[in-house]
């Protein structure tokens, strides 16, 4: 059995001056969301044998924010073809794990994310979890997808069973949408 989960990349400053999006940093909310994330899955007792990570600021920081939260160290191998990529590429970057690792923590950005959930789980009128995805897979959310493979090579779309979707905003309203 296999275990994929995806974070999407907290919130980030688009106030911020930077040259490169590339260069964006997370914004307060988006540092108290991806420390609420990691509460939760030190709280939930939930680890990985690998972590996997653009290497674009926001994901840099959501990752240290996140740290904290779980209270240990995460020291993520850093693969810029993850930076923007499409579901198709992510694919092939799962695909590519080693086997010994049997639990994925792979971070980054959408639309390629929510589009890998949306390859990976079938489309099924009970799921109400891959219903909320395809709806909006919001920042600093953890998607987990479960596969019943021995390698990460034999991981196809429609073959996998969405266990767990958790937004910041499931676990503490103020870090939901703007009321405006």
Not at 27 to 56: C, E, F, M, T, W
């Amino acid at each position: 059995m296999k275990k994929l989960t995806l974070l999407r990349h907290a919130k980030s400053g688009w106030d911020d001056p930077v040259a490169r999006d590339f260069d964006r940093p997370l914004n307060a909310r988006g540092k108290r969301a991806a420390l609420r994330i990691g509460q939760y899955l030190r709280d939930n007792d939930l680890h990985y044998d690998h972590v996997l990570s653009s290497p674009a600021i926001r994901c840099v920081e959501t990752i240290e924010q996140l740290a904290q939260g779980v209270g240990e160290t995460i020291a993520p191998s850093w693969d810029k073809r993850i930076y923007l990529a499409s579901a198709v590429s992510l694919l092939d970057v799962v695909q590519e794990t080693d086997d010994r690792h049997d639990s994925l923590l792979l971070v980054g950005h959408n639309p390629g994310l929510e589009d890998l959930v949306l390859m990976l789980v079938p489309d099924r009128i009970d799921d109400e979890a891959r219903d909320q995805v395809e709806e909006k897979f919001p920042t600093a959310s953890l998607a987990e997808i479960s596969f019943p493979v021995e390698r990460w090579d034999d991981v196809r779309p429609n073959g996998g069973t969405l266990s767990l979707f958790v937004r910041p905003r499931d676990l503490d309203p103020s870090l939901g949408p703007d009321q405006s």
